[in-house]
């Protein structure tokens, strides 16, 4: 029975074959498009390292660091990769303060918030974050502005 398992190896190569080339390329593309940012991000290993770098941009950031001389910086550390894993779709719950609540009665300025996000985005560049992800994350935290700022 030589020949059925010839037909058989044919059979098998050939959807091998195929699986390949359409099943792997479709998977490839389906799989960047559905991706969370969060896993674009690199997970929370990624997250973690990110804003721990960024909170020490910002300790060292004359423009606003005095805002923070009395904060909780591990807890903000925490809080931050946990807020951030959640809004960009990985499996964390955001347990902190609203943003309005956070920053009430601080009168953060336009000038305080556009630093902050710069000494983010110098990480981010230091990480090499794509700038698909860079700009998603971007928008989310943009969003967030009209609670932060002037409260
Ligand atoms: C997109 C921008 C920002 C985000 C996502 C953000 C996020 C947060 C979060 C998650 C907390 C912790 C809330 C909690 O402990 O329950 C917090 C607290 C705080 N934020 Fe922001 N923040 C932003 C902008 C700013 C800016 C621009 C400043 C000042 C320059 C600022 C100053 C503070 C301070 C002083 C605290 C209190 C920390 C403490 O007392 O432990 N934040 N923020």
Not at 2 to 29: E, F, N, Y
Not at 45 to 50: C, K, L, N, S, Y
Not at 138 to 145: D, F, Q, R, T, V
Request: charged share 25%.
């Amino acid at each position: 029975m030589t020949w059925r398992r010839t037909i058989g190896t044919v059979v098998a190569v050939a959807a091998l074959v195929a699986g390949c080339a359409s099943g792997g390329m479709q998977s490839d593309s389906m799989s960047m498009e559905k991706k969370s940012l969060y896993d674009r991000l690199g997970g929370k290993p990624a997250i973690t390292a990110v804003v721990d770098d960024f909170i020490g941009n910002v300790a060292g950031d004359a423009r606003i660091n005095k805002r923070f001389a009395t904060a909780d910086i591990p807890r903000l550390k925490m809080m931050l990769v946990d807020q951030i894993c959640q809004a960009s779709g990985g499996p964390c719950t955001y347990k902190g303060a609203s943003m309005k609540d956070a920053h009430k009665g601080m009168k953060i300025t336009d000038a305080e918030f556009n630093a902050l996000v710069e000494d983010l985005v110098k990480s981010l560049d230091k990480f090499k974050v794509g700038a698909l992800e860079k700009n998603d994350l971007l928008g989310a935290l943009g969003g967030m502005k009209p609670d932060i700022v002037n409260q």
